[in-house]
Structure formats: structure tokens, C-alpha cells
């Protein structure tokens, strides 16, 4: 699943974020940054659909690079 952060030109509120319980949201005002991973394009589709029917503007939509060492499976010499 791809990590994804989605900037917002608003700082949401504690009853806004229920609606992203699988997002991390940290507050940088006037803007709050979510992310967290999403499952597929559809599923980001749908948060940046939720957030314009809230009437909050959309800053920022990035893919996160992995985290150095996660995804891949060490290699054990056999012998």
C-alpha cells in the first residue's frame, strides 16, 4: 500500500478528522497535513472527494517514499 500525505488548506477539526481515522493528521496552521497508507486509487479518490464536499481545499497530494528497509526481505546466506 502506498504511504500518501494530502496537505489541506484548513486546520480540521477533531470532529472532521473521525472522517480519516486511518490518517495521521498534524497540524501546521492555517493547513493540516494528513497521511497515512491507502489501499488503492480509488480509496484516495474518495478521501480527496470527501475533503471537497467538506468545503476544504485540497494543497497537496503526495506518494511518501518507503521508509529505508521496509518492503524488503533480508538475504540469509545459505549454508
Known amino acids: ?3 500518501m500525505m494530502i ?3 484548513a486546520e480540521l477539526s477533531p470532529d472532521a478528522l473521525t472522517a480519516f481515522p486511518h490518517l495521521v493528521a498534524v497540524p501546521q496552521r492555517p493547513q493540516t497535513v494528513l497521511s497515512g497508507e491507502v ?3 480509488e480509496e484516495l479518490q ?3 472527494s470527501l475533503l ?3 468545503g476544504i ?3 497537496d497530494v503526495l506518494t511518501m517514499p518507503e521508509p529505508a528497509g521496509l518492503g524488503s526481505t533480508p538475504s540469509h546466506p545459505n549454508g
Open 1 to 3: 500500500m502506498p504511504r
Open 7 to 9: 496537505r489541506v488548506d
Open 39 to 41: 489501499a488503492d486509487q
Open 46 to 48: 474518495g478521501v480527496i
Open 52 to 54: 471537497t464536499s467538506l
Open 57 to 59: 481545499g485540497v494543497v
